[in-house]
């Protein structure tokens, strides 16, 4: 995509560089696909992954919250952006938030030949005609086919790409001390600690699960750890539940437990289950659109959403039955190599802005004639 000629700049967008997903995959498309622009630029809030970025030589620009729609603001995250924009000769903005996107598709009125690439990370209900405003001149790309379908039949958009999200991490067949010193079965809930993630009902399915030896440990912070530390000692779980808080050893807690689980409400594409999948996990989920389409009865237990009584069972089940467990997480490994690997995210990525690129030439030339 580099062009002698031209410089081709892309700019990420993102609310945050903070603990989630879609940060998450905002760090990856930028350190891993740098080599391919002359330039590469994020814009958010800021957080945990702008040290990485910098390191990577990746400039970060702080700007307010997308996501905060006061007058004063948005003409505030306008100016920030067109400036960003003009000061660095941006050609690509890659955003990867609606609000992002409503923003970029202002500012395509003051820079027309800009491109505009839209990553939909989760499924939305709300806003439709804003929403569809928004995406009106962009590049749609959707996590999985749950967002995809979302895009078409919700939002109205007509030509979507679908990439999946790759998970990219270290190699280690290390455990951390303080989950493996537990005796009994240890299962793990990697996830953001916030309502969309489900937890109150995970929590309170660890009351019933009929296993006393079953210990959950929660990987992760947020805005409700507090609340969930508080229900834990409610039900007298504290001996049973344990907050880890985030942390960089992602990999070796996986390792030490023997199974997964995640209680969310819903998803784009879950990465917290790619993350179990790659390390040869099975899990225990919950049957919405962007899990389902990863979970099946070969490499995990679905069960109702918002149900502690099902999501008890399932724990008791796996926590019982070691060969069923060890199936599934084997089939599991196998899923996660044919559809999930990182290289071929990355490539899809890569190659869908080097089409992206030769049409926008097209249409630039045919407009200038």
């Known amino acids: 995509m580099k062009n002698g000629k031209q410089k081709n700049n892309i700019l990420h967008i993102s609310r945050t560089m903070d603990i989630g997903g879609a ?30 970025l910098a390191e990577n030589g990746i400039q970060h620009h702080r700007i307010l919250d997308v996501d905060r729609k006061q007058p004063a603001t948005v003409f505030k995250i306008l100016a920030s952006l067109s400036k960003i924009i003009k000061e660095n000769e941006i050609t690509l903005v890659h955003t990867h938030h609606r609000m992002a996107a409503f923003y970029i598709r202002l500012l ?38 749950a967002v995809n379908e979302n895009l078409k039949a919700d939002v109205g958009i007509k030509e979507t790409t679908v990439i999946y999200n790759g998970v990219l991490m270290k190699e280690s067949q290390d455990t951390v001390s303080e989950i493996v010193q537990t005796p009994g079965v240890r299962i793990g809930c990697i996830a953001r600690l916030s309502e969309q993630k489900g937890l109150s009902y995970l929590i309170q399915a660890m009351s019933l699960v009929i296993n006393p030896n079953v210990s959950l440990f929660l990987v992760g912070d947020g805005e409700l ?43 784009g594409l879950a990465l917290n289950v790619i993350e179990t999948f790659m390390n040869g996990k099975t899990i225990v989920a919950t049957d ?73 030439k097209v249409l630039h030339y045919t407009y200038i004639l």
């Open 23 to 52: 940060e998450r995959i905002v760090y990856q498309l930028a350190t891993d696909l740098k080599d391919e622009f002359n330039q590469v630029h994020v814009a958010s809030t800021g957080g945990l992954w702008e040290e990485k």
């Open 108 to 145: 395509q009125m003051r820079h027309p030949t800009l491109i505009h690439v839209y990553t939909a990370h989760n499924v939305f209900k709300d806003k439709l005609p804003l929403y569809k405003f928004a995406l009106g001149k962009a590049h749609a790309i959707a996590v999985g086919e």
């Open 225 to 267: 750890r507090n609340d969930l530390m508080n229900q834990t000692k409610e039900l007298n779980l504290e001996e049973r539940i344990h907050f880890l808080g985030y942390r960089s050893d992602v990999v070796e807690c996986i390792n030490s437990f023997d199974f997964l689980v995640s209680s969310s409400l819903y998803e």
């Open 288 to 360: 919405i659109p962007g899990i389902k389409e990863i979970v099946n009865d070969d490499n995990g237990i679905l069960v109702p959403v918002k149900n502690s009584k099902a999501i008890a069972r399932a724990i008791d089940k796996l926590s019982e039955e070691d060969r069923l467990r060890e199936k599934l997480a084997k089939q599991a490994r196998l899923d996660y190599e044919l559809k999930y690997s990182y290289s071929a995210f990355i490539n899809s990525y890569k190659q869908f802005y080097t089409i992206i690129y030769k049409k926008s």
